[in-house]
């Protein structure tokens, strides 16, 4: 949850200056929807569990070889 709300704060951060903006930004700078948070969160925690199943899955692979 902490690497998903530190990466909505870059990203409120990097739309504030203008790096991107939002269609709802246009007009004026705003806060990126809070829902953002848990989609952050989400994506973190399934990159992590790909990357430990990658692992997993080429360590025993190479195991087999020897």
Known sequence: FLIGLF???AENIGSYFSAW???Y???AWQFV???KISSWTLLIIVSIIIVIELQ???SKKIKRKL
């Open 56 to 58: 997993r899955y080429f």
């Open 21 to 23: 903006t939002y269609s």
């Open 33 to 35: 929807d809070l829902g």
């Open 25 to 27: 930004q246009l007009k």
């Open 7 to 9: 990466i909505y704060f």
